[in-house]
């Protein structure tokens, strides 16, 4: 039996634990996250582990709503020591869950705490990871993790005032326009101020879109991102673009669709005048339970995985770009039951690859399961690699995780004499840091 947590977990093989040994102190790119800026160029602290760990974690609060605990202690006015109380209590529940993997390596890569946490052990580990987070802060925790790069999430109206570099992490903004797609008069109005344009018809806004992304790059921004449920199923041309822009508030269902299709490519196509990496996640639906939605807010732990992406709308986004005019693209699907057929997309058309797997799929058999996948549909050898897609400062853990996943895949081929070690050690190496460095520099 392994010790728990020890350095042997998820390593099952002696190649795996080779492999891992050459990928363990790599740096860390993480080219997708939702970090708070303005904590990092402030350098924040946490007063305890309680407000390190519970605040804004949205994986931490569905756990703890699946196992009963009251809104009070997860988005409420209950003080961190308690809420982190009622967390350990549900630990010992999560067996198998990402979260318990996350939780038991953040104790012991942070705080060099080795012991199972529960309700037995909180608040001793709750007194002893709070003496060590006195010496801790946002810029120290990156340093501790190697992090070399931070790609945040930004809004095309957020003014990037806090960009920079922060020690040996360098932190720049990803053009994130989700909320365009509302057609709201209010965001058009914010962006046009922002771009300092009066955004009155289509060649407005695509005016408006071009000065703001040039605004990110110089800022030091090479990747874009998009999140939505899922591909147009029609595109609109430019002409009829203008027309429905301007009857943005009374569009239709289908009408918006197809104004959505038409800046979704015309972004594509701009992203790659500017080198920029686009990211797409799809197949998500958001905000599922009303009433908690009006309390809580977004991005509160009620989204949900949305159905099987249509490969048929997928191949016709990619159509309606040449392949000399596409960005790298990244892919990534909440719903991974079709994955060999998305995967498979990937070979029909340049400057495309699947991402890692996001979110839901983010556990110990949704990674295995993309490993598997991109191996044999698509190319696993120019992935990217992990991404901590978190809010939590603490959440670079996920890496590890990850790494020790992938280097326990290849190793298993290794051992079996189906891939020779020389080409596993080049390869997760890749993975892990130089495919994605290589592409952001080359940017």
């Not at 005019?325 to 070979?347: F, M, W």
């Not at 081929?413 to 070690?421: F, R, S």
Request: charged fraction near 25%; include cysteine.
């Amino acid at each position: 039996m392994k010790d728990f947590f020890g350095d042997g977990v998820l390593l099952n093989t002696k190649t795996a634990a080779a492999l891992y040994g050459s990928v363990k102190d790599l740096p860390i790119i993480d080219y997708h996250c939702h970090l708070d800026i303005e904590k990092i160029a402030s350098d924040a602290k946490f007063s305890n582990i309680g407000q390190l760990w519970l605040e804004g974690d949205h994986y931490k609060w569905r756990a703890m709503r699946l196992n009963g605990i009251d809104e009070k202690y997860i988005t409420g006015d209950a003080s961190w020591h308690d809420k982190f109380i009622k967390y350990a209590q549900i630990v010992p529940k999560l067996i198998g869950n990402p979260l318990y993997y996350w939780t038991h390596m953040e104790l012991k890569q942070i705080f060099g705490i080795s012991k199972p946490l529960s309700a037995e052990t909180a608040e001793g580990i709750y007194a002893e990871a709070n003496k060590k987070l006195e010496a801790l802060s946002v810029q120290k925790l990156l340093k501790k993790f190697g992090v070399e790069f931070i790609a945040t999430t930004d809004d095309p109206t957020d003014s990037l005032n806090f960009h920079g570099k922060y020690g040996e992490t360098t932190v720049t903004p990803t053009f994130r326009p989700d909320k365009l797609y509302s057609f709201s008069d209010e965001y058009i109005e914010a962006l046009g101020k922002s771009a300092n344009v009066k955004i009155e018809n289509i060649d407005g806004l695509l005016d408006a879109l071009k000065i703001r992304l040039d605004y990110f790059v110089k800022k030091g921004c090479r990747i874009s991102d998009h999140g939505f449920e899922k591909f147009p199923s029609a595109y609109a041309g430019k002409d009829e673009a203008a027309k429905l822009f301007a009857k943005r508030s009374s569009l239709l269902p289908d009408e918006k669709d197809k104004l959505f299709g038409f800046l979704l490519v015309w972004l594509a196509k701009e992203y790659h005048k500017r080198g920029m990496i686009m990211q797409i996640h799809f197949a998500v639906i958001r905000n599922n339970n009303a009433q908690m939605y009006k309390e809580c807010g977004a991005d509160s732990g009620f989204d949900l995985i949305g159905k099987e992406q249509s490969v048929a709308d997928l191949v016709a986004f990619f159509n309606q770009i040449k392949d000399s005019e596409r960005p790298e693209t990244v892919l990534y699907t909440l719903n991974d039951c079709n994955l060999p057929v998305i995967s498979a997309v990937t070979g029909a058309f340049r400057h495309v690859r699947m991402g890692a797997a996001w979110w839901f799929n983010d556990t110990y058999r949704g990674i295995l399961r993309n490993l598997e996948v991109i191996s044999e549909y698509s190319s696993l050898g120019n992935s990217f690699g992990m991404l901590t897609d978190s809010r939590s400062f603490s959440s670079y853990c996920r890496f590890d995780f990850f790494r020790r996943i992938l280097c326990d895949y290849v190793g298993k081929k290794v051992e079996k004499g189906e891939y020779d070690i020389t080409s596993a050690k080049q390869i997760v190496e890749d993975i892990c840091y130089r495919n994605v460095k290589n592409a952001i520099e080359n940017r």
